[in-house]
């Protein structure tokens, strides 16, 4: 079935890397989402990765994909208290024949100590 | 600025009451979508539309309607408030079939 895992919740110190983690289920997937939603807000494309690669950076940003074990990370270098926020890992699926639809992991809570 | 917007932001609404909560993007995306967002059930696909006139439903239909006359709108229809529909409402947009979607910024609706 269709099932992205995330753990609830990470504390991290400012200026630690924070690692989050997901795992998903559909080997199919073209590509592998990160967003981030801030309090009240929408949800912020952070970043991507295509299933054919293995690592993605993108500044303070590190996505590895691990397409053996379905398993996808997030590091965020030099934390900030502004990298606060939800963090969704989402993969997009085939839908309808016709269109992909996002399934989304029911978050991670980043909370950052100053 | 190019986006998303929805309107509005949040709204109240007497069960039995309808409304329609609207989606507008100005990047001249094809894809666009509508997800509910629940504590604990993450998001959900509710109906979705590839192009001007094309519409198909998502996971959870039941009591929305929608319609997609132009690129650039995708409305929302509730047709009978309940209070199961006490959500967030985000609507996506999309230029390429399986590319990032970009969210507007969401509709917080309460039926009373």
């Known amino acids: 079935g269709e099932d992205v895992e995330q753990s609830l919740f990470l504390s991290v110190r400012e200026g630690d890397s924070s690692v989050i983690n997901c795992t998903y289920t559909?080997?199919?997937?073209?590509?592998l989402y990160w967003y981030k939603q801030e309090p009240g807000a929408g949800l912020q494309l952070l970043t991507y990765?295509?299933?054919?690669?293995d690592m993605k950076q993108d500044q303070r940003l590190t996505v590895l994909l691990n397409k053996k074990d379905k398993h996808l990370s997030l590091r965020i270098a030099d934390t900030q208290t502004g990298d606060s926020a939800i963090y969704f890992c989402a993969e997009s699926m085939e839908y309808g024949g016709a269109t992909n639809k996002l399934i989304f992991g029911t978050g991670t809570l980043l909370a950052v100590q100053p | 600025n190019a986006g998303v917007t929805q309107t509005p932001k949040f709204q109240v609404l007497k069960t039995g009451q309808s409304m329609t909560l609207q989606c507008a993007q100005d990047m001249n995306h094809e894809y666009m979508s509508w997800y509910r967002q629940d504590p604990g059930m993450g998001l959900r696909l509710i109906h979705y539309?590839?192009?001007?006139?094309?519409?198909d439903q998502g996971e959870v239909p039941n009591g929305y309607n929608v319609s997609r006359s132009t690129t650039e709108d995708f409305p929302l229809r509730l047709l009978s408030a309940a209070p199961s529909q006490t959500s967030v409402y985000f609507c996506a947009s999309s230029y390429r079939l399986g590319y990032g979607y970009t969210f507007g910024s969401g509709t917080r609706l309460t039926v009373v």
């Open positions: 990765i295509f299933s054919n690669m």
């Open positions: 559909d080997s199919s997937s073209t590509y």
């Open positions: 539309s590839v192009g001007a006139g094309i519409t």
